[in-house]
Nanobody, 119 residues
Framework: QVQLVESGGGLVQAGGSLRLSCVASASIWSFNAMGWYRQAPGKQRELVATLTSGGSTNYAGPVKGRFTISRDNGKNTVYLQMNSLKPEDTAVYYC?????????????WGKGTLVTVSS
């Protein structure tokens, strides 16, 4: 069973930055996409950003221009650099991955890391 472990969350002031990391227990080449999702209190989980094995990225509207998803293949790690953070970015952030040849939603999920942005 593939495991995804997130880290890097914490408390930051509005306007600050954080970098989240997600380490996979398998080679990230075994996934055709990886991504970050978030769930704020009282809200549904939503997409933040995805990165395909081919290098294509997709960002949710509210984070475009502020967040960047990237990967380090040698470390089996995907990152989410978050700049110009806003209080509305407060949420639990989850890493996810989709198996090679799979379609649709993600197959594997981490347990999440909490990001709190104070005003």
């Amino acid at each position: 069973q593939v495991q995804l472990v997130e880290s890097g969350g914490g408390l930051v002031q509005a306007g600050g930055s954080l970098r989240l990391s997600c380490v996979a227990s398998a080679s990230i080449w075994s996934f055709n996409a990886m991504g970050w999702y978030r769930q704020a209190p009282g809200k549904q989980r939503e997409l933040v950003a995805t990165l395909t094995s081919g290098g294509s990225t997709n960002y949710a509207g509210p984070v475009k221009g502020r967040f960047t998803i990237s990967r380090d293949n040698g470390k089996n790690t995907v990152y989410l650099q978050m700049n110009s953070l806003k209080p509305e970015d407060t949420a639990v952030y989850y890493c996810a991955a989709r198996r090679i040849a799979a379609v649709g939603g993600m197959d594997y999920w981490g347990k999440g890391t909490l990001v709190t942005v104070s005003s």
